[in-house]
């Protein structure tokens, strides 16, 4: 029997790998404790990981799209 991929799963895998390329982009400066299911909640606001993956994932892979937020607010 074939296995049929569950579009959900494969979201959440993403926003998983992000928030992994993040954190090592950061030099893991960042405590997991403020990572949530689709944000990073941070001292000064939240991160929205959805709408920062929407904007920019039709011109950047993950791992650039990693480095664009950790350069955007300065993790």
Same mark, same amino acid.
């Not at 074939?2 to 960042?30: C, M, T, Y």
């Not at 949530?36 to 892979?61: C, H, N, P």
């Given at each position: 029997?074939?296995? $049929? !991929?569950?579009?959900? +799963?494969? =979201?959440?895998?993403?926003?998983?790998? +992000? =928030?992994?390329?993040?954190?090592? @982009?950061? @030099?893991?400066?960042?405590? /997991?404790?403020?990572?949530?299911?689709? %944000?990073?909640?941070?001292?000064? @606001? $939240?991160?929205? +990981? $959805? #709408?920062? /993956?929407?904007?920019? !994932?039709?011109? /950047?892979?993950?791992? %650039?799209? #990693?480095?664009?937020? $950790?350069? =955007? /607010?300065?993790?």
């Amino acid at each position: 029997m074939e296995k $049929v !991929a569950d579009p959900l +799963l494969n =979201k959440l895998q993403l926003l998983q790998d +992000l =928030k992994f390329l993040i954190d090592q @982009g950061s @030099g893991h400066r960042l405590d /997991y404790r403020r990572f949530r299911i689709f %944000e990073i909640r941070l001292t000064t @606001g $939240v991160i929205d +990981l $959805v #709408a920062e /993956y929407q904007m920019y !994932a039709s011109k /950047y892979t993950l791992t %650039e799209i #990693a480095n664009l937020i $950790v350069q =955007k /607010y300065q993790l």
